[in-house]
T-cell receptor
């Protein structure tokens, strides 16, 4: 079955440093989504990427979708303590129908030291 | 205010007991999902439903059951056959392949 691998599992940074998490799928994806889960909270949808090579920005966050639609990355510039949490990527299989189920990566736990 | 409501927030289960977790949404989403999250781990799919009166097993369905009698509701029963039920349970809904909306979760503990 489809697998989505995410690295690193943990990342500790000093406030102000940059952070990147990477996501790789075993199959071609129709789209990829990113979620953030604050400690003790629930995942919150951040963004969806659909097109090959797509790049989207949300303030200090930059999201990329690979040309082959099998990998993605999330980059945070100049981290802040409010960025703390677990970042998940999740992909829909390209062979699916209009509905389907996401396959989540294991997540990257980000700790930001003030 | 649209969203997903999960209840209860905390639940304690005795050995051999069945418990039911509630999930209600008012987003008019067709698809609903149940995930299990263990400490420091990702999300594992238990069951999902794309339409009323139909649902499919996810990756870890053993020991769980669901029903989808109404579009708004997708309750999950954790049966006594689930040998390690202590976890954080998350319900979600979506419109087609768009982003999921998650509920605030239920923390289940076996006592």
């Amino acid at each position: 079955g489809q697998q989505v691998m995410q690295i690193p599992q943990y990342q500790h940074v000093q406030e102000g440093e940059d952070f990147t998490t990477y996501c790789n799928s075993s199959t071609t994806l129709s789209n990829i989504q990113w979620y953030k889960q604050r400690p003790g909270g629930h995942p919150v949808f951040l963004i969806q990427l659909v097109k090959s090579g797509e790049v989207k920005k949300q303030k200090r966050l930059t999201f990329q979708f690979g040309e082959a639609k099998k990998n993605s990355s999330l980059h945070i510039t100049a981290t802040q303590t409010t960025d703390v949490g677990t970042y998940f990527c999740a992909g829909f299989n390209a062979g699916g129908t209009s509905y389907g189920k996401l396959t989540f990566g294991q997540g990257t736990i980000l700790t930001v030291h003030p | 205010d649209g969203g997903i409501t999960q209840s209860p927030k905390y639940l304690f289960r005795k050995e051999g007991q069945n418990v039911t977790l509630s999930c209600e949404q008012n987003l008019n989403h067709d698809a609903m999902y149940w995930y299990r999250q263990d400490p420091g781990q990702g999300l594992r799919l238990i069951y999902y439903s794309q339409i009323v009166n139909d649902f499919q097993k996810g990756d870890i369905a053993e020991g769980y059951s669901v029903s989808r009698e109404k579009k708004e509701s997708f309750p999950l029963t954790v049966t006594s056959a689930q040998k390690n039920p202590t976890a954080f349970y998350l319900c979600a809904s979506s419109y087609r392949t768009y982003g999921y909306t998650f509920g605030s979760g239920t923390r289940l503990t076996v006592v």
